[in-house]
């Protein structure tokens, strides 16, 4: 089995274009978390023309709802939250530049059609292993709407943080050639 690939964030299209379906990946920089909730407000923003609490070129999210961790963790568990309830918002951030996201489970035609004509990946993290992948995250920063508890606008800084390419820029997926209908 090959060496995992390592990857600095932020991303550039050069660089998503060539992973492939089955890879696997290792996570260092800035990764931001959002899950529905925090979607719906990004999409929100574009709508009323307002900035978004981040550069969305280059960038990853994360699809996490952390749990409080420990005095000494940053988050007591990290797992993967199930993607396609971020479909609907996707295809918007995607043009805009976002390079990766990060859950588990298919996503839908819409957002696989996005992510191949703009160069963006998405990595699907292990379910279960949210203590496991906990370890990666050495700092955490809430960016926006802290209302939102667990699922507000995080920015996290990871070190080798293990993933693998579910589908490519070029559309191929480890769940089949069908996305989600």
Same mark, same amino acid.
């Given at each position: +089995?090959?060496?995992?690939?390592?990857?600095?964030?932020?991303?550039?299209? =050069?660089?998503?274009?060539?992973?492939?379906?089955?890879?696997?990946?290792?996570?260092?920089?800035?990764?931001?978390?959002?899950?529905?909730?925090?979607?719906?407000?990004?999409?929100?923003?574009?709508?009323?023309?307002? *900035?978004?609490?981040?550069?969305?070129?280059?960038?990853?999210?994360?699809?996490?709802?952390?749990? *409080?961790? !420990?005095? =000494?963790?940053?988050?007591?568990?990290?797992?993967?939250?199930?993607?396609?309830?971020?479909?609907?918002?996707?295809?918007?951030?995607? !043009? &805009?530049? &976002?390079?990766? +996201?990060?859950?588990?489970?298919?996503?839908?035609?819409?957002?696989?059609?996005? +992510?191949?004509?703009?160069? !963006?990946?998405?990595?699907?993290?292990?379910?279960?292993?949210?203590?496991?992948?906990?370890?990666?995250?050495?700092?955490?920063?809430?960016? !926006?709407? =802290?209302?939102?508890?667990?699922?507000?606008?995080?920015?996290?800084?990871?070190?080798?943080?293990?993933?693998?390419?579910?589908?490519?820029?070029?559309?191929?997926?480890?769940?089949?050639?069908?996305? +989600?209908?």
């Amino acid at each position: +089995m090959s060496e995992p690939i390592k990857l600095t964030t932020p991303l550039t299209e =050069d660089q998503t274009r060539v992973l492939r379906a089955g890879d696997q990946i290792r996570i260092s920089g800035v990764v931001y978390t959002a899950r529905d909730a925090a979607h719906k407000r990004l999409v929100e923003l574009l709508d009323q023309k307002q *900035p978004l609490p981040f550069d969305m070129d280059g960038a990853i999210i994360y699809y996490v709802g952390p749990t *409080p961790g !420990a005095p =000494d963790q940053v988050f007591g568990a990290a797992g993967p939250t199930t993607s396609y309830r971020m479909d609907a918002y996707a295809p918007r951030l995607i !043009a &805009l530049g &976002l390079r990766g +996201m990060i859950g588990k489970g298919n996503r839908s035609p819409e957002v696989v059609d996005a +992510m191949k004509q703009h160069g !963006a990946v998405y990595f699907a993290a292990t379910g279960g292993a949210g203590a496991l992948l906990a370890k990666c995250i050495v700092k955490s920063e809430t960016v !926006a709407w =802290d209302d939102l508890g667990a699922e507000a606008l995080r920015r996290l800084e990871v070190v080798n943080f293990p993933v693998v390419v579910a589908i490519d820029a070029e559309g191929t997926s480890l769940y089949g050639n069908q996305a +989600m209908e």
